[in-house]
């Protein structure tokens, strides 16, 4: 019976729940239709952005790159 097995991400539990993500798409304005993310409401394209290094560690790390990369 071909079709009849769903995989893994498919399945019906609410964790693991694929929905259309529904971002706007920057070109054209209609709505993304990729699949989310399992468990999340956007797709990979669409998940949010960084907030960046919280920890002390982090942020020095984050500014040792900076400084590594800057014109000499």
């Known amino acids: 019976m071909a079709g009849a ?3 893994a991400y498919e399945s019906g ?4 729940r694929r929905v259309i993500c529904g ?3 920057h070109r054209d304005g209609q709505p993304c239709q990729a699949k989310s993310e399992p468990g999340k409401r956007r797709c990979r ?3 949010g952005r960084s907030t960046g ?3 002390p560690e982090g942020k020095a790390r984050a500014l040792a790159n900076l400084r590594q ?3 000499l």
């Open 53 to 55: 290094p919280t920890t």
């Open 23 to 25: 971002a706007k798409r």
């Open 45 to 47: 394209f669409h998940g």
């Open 13 to 16: 539990s609410q964790a693991t």
């Open 5 to 7: 097995r769903t995989g």
């Open 69 to 71: 990369y800057r014109a």
